[in-house]
């Protein structure tokens, strides 16, 4: 029988490559990086090769496969249940004897298998010298490649010599010879579970072994069966006895034998008298992982990068930003006024808009989080921070998931499956969202923008950051000894060595990150958008406290009066037209108003440059004088008028526009919440954005600009960061009040979900929501309330 697809399953250590050879395999662009515990799940490919197809597996890498952590379940289940048609076991051939103990008990699961030698460049810089013949010899004959990930070398070889292999299906000459007493056992126990074979076809032999390992997985499933109590009377009395005769754990045992035969295998075919023993690696690593400048380094990095997304990012960010403008004029040129134009300008492109700007930053963030991974450094980090995250009842592992924080808490919940104990793991996931993600990031950007110095930006950007971090610590801290007492785990994590990191790399992951994040502008922040419209903008039939209307053409009749008083009378002409010199030259002072506006936007109005701008104003205003003597004077008249009325009108309508907006669904509710956050310095505008971006971190971003581009009548005002230093409400007080609340408060929709999947229940991810919650409120009081006793703010 032959099936038309062949399924084979990549298998190894941790940062052996897999994930590599994966995408070089199957052309995918899967995230790679150079620390353990980057792929949690399975992932699947397609690849045709020479008329065949195959379906490839990359699945979690793990060290061994007992049942000790998700990881190695997930990989053992995979290939025992799965039955793939081939197993590529991907070794790290740097550390040829490590990477073996895997295999061996690979090969056990009587699968066909391949033995891929990847990194053999490193293997050969470092003089290591292997007989291939011998290795396959020591193995039971297994077919070996020898495969370089980063520069695709071996991969037609690879496959190639998948059909054969799978295709004869030949039953592996392999086996691990355990000592006498353990194979009397094994033989004892292995005719029992010949009816296990038939039905689930584990390898009798491998089952065996595990009973007698004591292995609770296999235990589990072996207890479905009628004779189960019969099989594990007879493995229970099998192993007492074992530990009786020997004086050791079975499970102690069976590894130490393990490990012997590797070794032996690993002798026989390795010559590594020439093996250099101290690498560059080394070297580097006795300063970054030094007792004493461990920590500064690593502080130093983390401050290096944050000041580098907010100055890096921010030039681009500004061009978004004004293209955005544009187009928003655009179409409110094209559309004619109504709901259509006001969702369009106002709701999709003001809050979509507002979000796609920090496309950027959110770039150079995942950038240097993806050369500190690639590079090596962040397995560092995680040993450097060992020390003081178990001072915090945190294991060391749990900062990597900790550090994947700062670019999404969902993610990086996944990526707590490398913790073996699942108080460590439900501790984790409870701290993680207080890492600053990068769906935080557009909010402080927006605020330290409009409030804070450009010179203080990236010490402010820091200290939120930093703040997140210590209250993780403290949580954890408290976590721990509220929830869960007694001790985690001893950390045990390999450093990979450092690599110069691949730009396929970096850019796979960046770009792997970045169109998330645009499939979240173009989904969730979307559909978001649209209802914070909605609910800001209806309902229409609302009964003002005033007549605007009114007022405007007051505004209007009052301005006609002036002009024809002041100007037109005096001149005797009725309309501005008939003196052609005076329409010439009321349009010549307002075209250079009107540059004048445009130069100095940006612009302090007591800064030299505006200074000197405006004496050019003047300069050529006097010009205008001297040539056309009192007529210049009625034109000035004239422009000052129009100026005047049109200040006037707009802030007619800017106060009509606050009002709708405080009468809307979104101000209603607003005000009721406005209350709980007011001793926090937040009004009910700033309440609606928050309980907003409870969905998803960046809509408090899009519903601002929805928000303050709808209150703020003013038609020219798209840019927010104007929009916030006008609003009387906001100082850098609140501004910095709202960063450390949304810094804090509930984690994301997404995140929520991912929590209730990994742990399984709904309790913790509400623990997680009302905790967080409550730490917020509680910490942004303090900050707020502290700050405007020290006189900050106002
Ligand atoms: P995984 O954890 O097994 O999936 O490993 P990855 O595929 O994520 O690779 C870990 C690191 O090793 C990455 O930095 C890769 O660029 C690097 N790498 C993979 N294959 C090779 C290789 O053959 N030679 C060298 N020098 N580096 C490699
Ligand atoms: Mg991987």
Redesign the pocket.
Known sequence: MKKNKVTVA?V????????????NLTGSR??????????VEKKEGYRNFEGKDFVIV?LP?TYSLTAYSLEEVVTRNFIVNDKPDMVID?L?TSNLERNLYLSVQLLELERPTILAL?????ADKSGLKIDDAKLAEGLGGIPIVR?????N?GMEALLGSIPQSSDKQEKSKFRLNYGTDIEDAIQRLEPLLIPIYQKLQFPTRWLALKLLENDSNIIDSVKEFTNADHIMSVSNDLRTELIHELGEDVEILIAGQRYQFVGKVYQHAVDNKTVNTVTISDKIDKILTNRMFGLPIFFALMWLVFNLVFTLGKVPSDWIDTSFGIFSKYLESIISDGPLKSLLVDGIVGGVGSVLVFIPSILLLFLAIAVL??T?YMARAAFIMDRVMSRFGLHGKSFIPLLLGFGCSATAMMGTRTLENPRDRIITMLVTPLMSCSAKLPVYTILIAAFFDEKIAGNVLFSIYFLGIVLSLVMARIFRSILFEGQSEPFVMEL?PY?I??TK?VMIHMWERSTLYLKKAGTIILAASILMWFLTTYPKDIEYSKDYDALLAQAGENYTQQVSEEVLSKLEIEKIDQNVKLAVLIDTIQKEEEKFAEVTKELDEDSPEYVKLEEGKTEKNKELETANGELYSYAAKYVGLTQNVEAEKSKIKNEMSGEELEKSYAGQFGKVIEPAIAPLGFDWRIGIALVSGASAKEVVVSTMGTIYSIGDGNENAHSMTKALQNDEHMNPLVAYALMVFVLIYSPCLAALTVMKRETGSWKWPALSMVYSTTLAWIVTFIVYQGGKLLGLGG
């Open positions: 990549l190894g250590n941790p940062n052996s490559g897999k994930t590599t050879i994966f995408n899967q995230h790679v990086g150079n620390y353990p515990g980057v792929t990359d890498g991907i790290d990847n990194m053999i460049d490193v495969t370089n990930g980063v520069h070398k991974e690639d090596g990979p690599r990191p691949t790399s």
